[in-house]
């Protein structure tokens, strides 16, 4: 789990999974898997918090994907000049 403030935590999905285990299918559970949009990291967990935190939207995904790509780029080209 990442230390970022939890107003950037998404749900992916809630209360469930897809597992190829189980043919992809939704299988209930008790754990929600969770995305960050500031620094991308994913995880699962059955904490409280879960049930205040809204879920992703297809296109904040995306965003947050782009932005991460964009501050990587950044990041390299500092490294190397």
Same mark, same amino acid.
């Given at each position: 789990? $990442? *230390? $970022? ?6 749900? @992916? ?22 995305? $960050? ?6 995880? @699962? ?26 501050? *990587?780029?950044?990041?390299? *080209?500092?490294?190397?000049?």
């Amino acid at each position: 789990m $990442c *230390q $970022c403030d939890k107003k950037f935590f998404r749900v @992916r999905v809630r209360r469930g999974n897809y597992s190829a285990f189980n043919g992809y299918k939704f299988t209930s559970s008790d754990y929600s898997a969770l995305h $960050c949009l500031r620094c991308g990291d994913e995880w @699962r967990t059955k904490a409280e918090y879960v049930r205040k935190t809204p879920d992703l939207r297809e296109a904040e995904y995306e965003a947050a994907r782009d932005l991460r790509q964009i501050n *990587q780029i950044y990041y390299v *080209q500092e490294t190397i000049y």
